[in-house]
């Protein structure tokens, strides 16, 4: 099994950054991607970026130019910067990873974005 663990959520007024944290309980990241989920209250939850085994990175349109996803697979994490934030980021944000077995979720890390 995978436990994965989201950190680094808390409040900022628009225009800040944040960092958040997704830590796996084992080595994984060297073998699967991740993706960087949000779902704020009344809203579906949505993909807002990913990065491959390989390395590769994609973003949601509403967050391209502003959002950086990379890996340190020597730390087991994978982070998202977040920056120049808005309050339209206002989202709890959830890393999930499908292995050939599984499809994991961590528990969720709560971002506000308000003056």
């Known amino acids: 099994q995978v436990q994965l663990v989201e950190s680094g959520g808390g409040s900022v007024q628009p225009g800040g950054s944040l960092r958040l944290s997704c830590a796996a309980s084992?080595?994984?990241?060297?073998?699967?991607?991740t993706d960087w989920y949000r779902q704020a209250p009344g809203n579906q939850r949505e993909l807002v970026a990913a990065i491959t085994r390989a390395g590769s990175t994609n973003y949601a349109d509403s967050v391209k130019g502003r959002f950086t996803i990379s890996r340190d697979a020597v730390k087991n994490t994978v982070f998202l910067q977040m920056n120049s934030l808005k309050p339209e980021d206002t989202a709890v944000y959830y890393c999930?990873?499908?292995?050939?077995?599984?499809?994991?979720w961590g528990q969720g890390t709560q971002v506000t974005v308000s003056s």
């Open positions: 084992r080595n994984i990241f060297r073998i699967y991607g």
């Open positions: 999930k990873v499908t292995t050939n077995i599984a499809t994991y």
